[in-house]
C-alpha cells in the first residue's frame, strides 16, 4: 500500500492563543510493501503524520493518498479494553479472526496461554506485546507503529524490537514506525525518513538494504551509515546513554 | 449478627418508647404488626404497597432513559451543554414540592401528572451525573475504535458503555432513595390509592398503627432493593478495575 502525501499542512492552536505549525507544505511518498521509519526528535511531528495517516487528524491543507485497504496500528500507550480478555481484545479488532489465528496471533509475540488474562494483570512490557499482537492480527495492508517501545527498559526493548522484526519479515505489507531510537530504524526498516525542524521537514532519506537477520550482527556498521544523527548506542553496563 | 443485634435493640427501644408514651403517642410493635396483618387479609396492603412500587419504577426508569440520554449530549456536545446548562442548576434547584404542584395543576390530578413529577424530581439528578460520565469517556480508547473500525453498535457496547456503567450505577442508586421519598409525596398531594395515599388517611384519622403498618414494608423494601439490588450492581459496574494491581 504505497502512500503519497503532497503539500500537508498541520496546525494546532496554542493554549495561549496563536497557532503551531507543525507541518507546512510536506510531500513524501512511500512505497507499498516497504518497511520505512519515521526517525526524529519527540515533538517533531512524527506522531502527527502517523495520525494524519491513519484519519485520527484532518490534515489544515494538503492531501494524503492511500488506496482503501485495512490499517493497523499500535500507539504509544498499548489501548486496551480493560473490561476485556487479551482474546476479545483482538477479536474485537479483527471479527473474522479464527481461533486457529488467534492462537498464532498470540504465539507470534509470546504470548501463548494469555488469551484469557485481563489487561489489567498484565506489565507494560505484555501489554504492548498485545497491542502489537491486535495490530497484526487484522492482517493489515498499513502498518502504523507509533513509538512501539517507549517506556520499555532495555532487555524488553530488545526482546520486543526482535520479534516484531521477525513478523514485520514474515509478512509483505507497508510499514510505518515512528520513533526517536536511530537503532529501533536501523534494524527494522528498510528506509529511513529523518524529520526535523519546525514546521518538520524530510532532512534525509537513508536506504538499508541488508536483510533484516544480519543486522544485529552489523548495527556497529550500520550505525555509522547516519553518523549525524545522535545514537541510543548503549556503554558497557547495557545503560542506554542518549535517547 | 451485630445488625440484626441492633435491630433487636431498635425493636426494643420502640416498645419501651410506646409503653412509656401511650399507644395515642407510640403504638407498640405488636400492635402494628396486628394492623399490617389485617391490611394484608383484606388485601389493601398488597393493592397500595404494589401500586406505589409501580409507580417507583415507572419514574424512575422514565427519569433514568431521559436523564441519561440527556446527560450523554450534555457530555459530548460544549455548545449544547452551555446553552442547558443555566435550566439544568434551575432544575436541580426547584423544590420536588413546587415540581409537582405545578404538574399537577397543568397536567390534572391524573397518573400521568404523577409520573411526570416523580421523573422530573429525578431527571436533573441522572442529566448531571451522565454529563460527568460522559465527560470522563477515554478518547484514546474512541480513537483505538475508530482505527480498527467498529463498527457503531460495538463503539457503545464494547468502548463506551462499559466506561459509562459505573456512572449508571451512581445515578441509579442516588436516584432510588430520592425517587421513593417523591413518590409519597406526589400520592399524598393527588392520588386516590398507593402507600401516600394510606398515610394521608392516617394523618387525617390520627392513626399511628396504620402509618406505620405502612411507611415500615416499604421502608424495608426499598432497603433490600438497594442492598440486594443496586449495591451489588454498582459493584460489578466497575468489576475490570479490581483485576492486576
Known amino acids: ?243 | 449478627m451485630i445488625r440484626l443485634i441492633s435491630l433487636g435493640f431498635f425493636l426494643l427501644a420502640w416498645q419501651l418508647g410506646a409503653m412509656a408514651l401511650g399507644p395515642q403517642h407510640l403504638p407498640e410493635p405488636a400492635q402494628v404488626a396486628a394492623t399490617f396483618a389485617q391490611e394484608w387479609r383484606n388485601g389493601d396492603m398488597q393493592f397500595n404497597l404494589g401500586l406505589t412500587l409501580a409507580r417507583v419504577l415507572a419514574g424512575f426508569s422514565l427519569a433514568m432513559v431521559a436523564g441519561s440520554a440527556l446527560g450523554l449530549a450534555l457530555g459530548r456536545s460544549p455548545a449544547l451543554d452551555r446553552m442547558l446548562d443555566p435550566w439544568l442548576v434551575i432544575a436541580l434547584n426547584t423544590p420536588a414540592l413546587v415540581v409537582i404542584i405545578l404538574a399537577y395543576v397543568w397536567g390534572g390530578l391524573n397518573e400521568i401528572s404523577a409520573l411526570v413529577a416523580i421523573a422530573l424530581n429525578k431527571f436533573p439528578n441522572a442529566v448531571v451525573t451522565l454529563r460527568e460520565g460522559a465527560r470522563a469517556l477515554d478518547p484514546a480508547l474512541d480513537e483505538m475504535a475508530h482505527v480498527f473500525s467498529f463498527s457503531r453498535w460495538r463503539r457503545w457496547r464494547d468502548v463506551r458503555l462499559p466506561q459509562l456503567a459505573p456512572y449508571f450505577a451512581a445515578a441509579a442508586r442516588g436516584g432510588l432513595a430520592l425517587v421513593w421519598k417523591i413518590v409519597l409525596v406526589v400520592e399524598l398531594m393527588g392520588r386516590p390509592n398507593g402507600v401516600g395515599f394510606k398515610m394521608n388517611m392516617a394523618f387525617q384519622l390520627f392513626d399511628l398503627r396504620l402509618l406505620l403498618a405502612y411507611a415500615l414494608p416499604f421502608v424495608a423494601l426499598m432497603v433490600l432493593a438497594e442492598t440486594f439490588v443496586l449495591r451489588p450492581a454498582e459493584r460489578s459496574a466497575s468489576w475490570w478495575r479490581r483485576h492486576g494491581d
Open chain 1, 1 to 243: 500500500m504505497a502512500i503519497e502525501i503532497s503539500g500537508l499542512a498541520k496546525n494546532f492552536a496554542r493554549a495561549g492563543g496563536g497557532v503551531r505549525e507543525v507541518f507546512r507544505d510536506f510531500s513524501l511518498t512511500l512505497g507499498g510493501g516497504r518497511v520505512a521509519a519515521l526517525l526524529g526528535p519527540s515533538g517533531g511531528g512524527k506522531s502527527t503524520l502517523l495520525r494524519l495517516i491513519a484519519g485520527l487528524e484532518m490534515p489544515t491543507g494538503g492531501s494524503i493518498a492511500l488506496p482503501i485497504g485495512r490499517i493497523g496500528m499500535a500507539f504509544q500507550e498499548p489501548r486496551l479494553l480493560p473490561w476485556r480478555s487479551v482474546a476479545d481484545n483482538l477479536r474485537l479488532a479483527a471479527p473474522g479472526l479464527t481461533d486457529e489465528a488467534l492462537n498464532a496471533s498470540l504465539a507470534a509475540f509470546e504470548l501463548d496461554g494469555r488469551g484469557g488474562d485481563y489487561p489489567g494483570q498484565l506489565s507494560l512490557g505484555l501489554a504492548r506485546r498485545v497491542a502489537l499482537a491486535r495490530a497484526f492480527a487484522v492482517e493489515p495492508d498499513l502498518l502504523l507503529l507509533d513509538e512501539p517501545f517507549a517506556s520499555l527498559d532495555l532487555g524488553l526493548h530488545r526482546r520486543l524490537r526482535t520479534l516484531l522484526a521477525q513478523r514485520i519479515s514474515a509478512k509483505r505489507m507497508t510499514v510505518l514506525i515512528a520513533t526517536h531510537d536511530l537503532d529501533d530504524a536501523l534494524l527494522l526498516a528498510d528506509e529511513v525518513i529523518f524529520l526535523g525542524g519546525a514546521p518538520a521537514q524530510v532532512k534525509r532519506r537513508l536506504t538499508i538494504d541488508m536483510p533484516r537477520e544480519t543486522r544485529d550482527e552489523n548495527l556497529t556498521k550500520l550505525r555509522e551509515l547516519a553518523p549525524f544523527y545522535p545514537s541510543s548506542r548503549e556503554d558497557d553496563d547495557g545503560n542506554s546513554i542518549a535517547s
